[in-house]
């Protein structure tokens, strides 16, 4: 189970993602079922099998903007570290920012790990060119 909750007002509607792909209440993913409340969304997987093996993140929005989860990644098959890797962590991670059309917004974020991540923005699941290293 995935669980997702946004602190907003007025409450936010949900949208599960499954590859950038948006999940429907009727999930196209058998054995995927998603249910949600005013408290917030969940993302039961019945029997987790290979056809779930993928990446997944909750969107949260209202009338005032979104907000975007975590990325889980699930898997079928165990990863196991190569000696001298180092999984992606965030050294400076991106925050929220709420500002009027037309103004400048900065956004930032920095990884290390071994090998060097690569960073790539995103604007409504789709990569922003010129912008992602």
């Known amino acids: ?3 997702c909750r946004a602190d907003a007002e007025p409450l936010p509607s949900y949208q599960w993602f499954k590859d ?9 993913v058998p054995g995927i079922q998603v249910v ?7 993302l039961e997987v019945d029997s987790p ?6 990446y997944y993140y909750c969107q949260a929005e209202n009338i005032h903007g979104k907000a975007v989860s975590d990325v ?5 098959r165990l990863v196991r570290s190569v000696r001298g ?8 991670a991106p925050e929220t920012e709420v500002a ?3 103004s400048k917004v900065v956004l930032r974020c920095e990884a290390r790990g071994v090998p060097e991540p690569d960073v790539e923005w995103l ?11």
């Not at 948006?22 to 196209?28: K, Y």
């Open 1 to 3: 189970v995935l669980d």
């Open 20 to 28: 950038h792909l948006p999940l429907s209440v009727d999930s196209p």
């Open 36 to 42: 949600s409340s005013a408290g917030g969304s969940k």
């Open 49 to 54: 099998g290979p056809e779930h093996a993928g």
């Open 72 to 76: 889980v990644h699930v898997t079928d």
């Open 85 to 92: 890797t180092v999984a992606p962590t965030w050294t400076v």
């Open 100 to 102: 009027t059309v037309g």
């Open 123 to 133: 604007k409504n699941g789709e990569v922003i060119e010129g912008e992602t290293d």
